[in-house]
Nanobody
């Protein structure tokens, strides 16, 4: 089991920025950020593999969010800029990737506890 420790998030006004962090001690595989919709569905928004491979982004965040990682710290960051109220959600970090489509929640066996992001208009 991969340990997943999240930090960051909070409240911000529209147009503002936040950064999330996800630390996975000893794990260097694909790490993906999901957010939970009001219907309790998890949608993949950004993923990044080891050694600065090409990142994955959902179209809803591309150009506004940037995923990066510090391999020495086993930490993946999600920089979120130009936030809008539609970005308000619980954000979860996932690791322990088993292969296949990166944005499918069942492909990950380890999850962080989640962090709330609230964007006010």
């Amino acid at each position: 089991q991969v340990q997943v420790v999240q930090s960051g998030g909070g409240s911000v006004q529209a147009g503002g920025s936040l950064r999330l962090s996800c630390t996975t001690p000893g794990y260097t595989g694909l790490v993906t950020w999901f957010r939970q919709t009001p219907r309790n569905e998890r949608e993949g928004i950004a993923g990044l593999g080891p050694r600065q491979t090409v990142p994955y982004y959902d179209s809803s965040v591309k150009g506004r969010f940037t995923i990066s990682r510090d391999d020495a710290k086993n930490t993946v960051y999600l920089q979120m800029n130009n936030l809008s109220p539609e970005d308000s959600a619980m954000y979860l970090c996932a690791a322990g990737y088993s292969g296949g489509l990166w944005f499918i929640p069942s492909k990950y066996r380890s999850w962080g506890r989640g962090t709330q992001v609230t964007v006010s208009s």
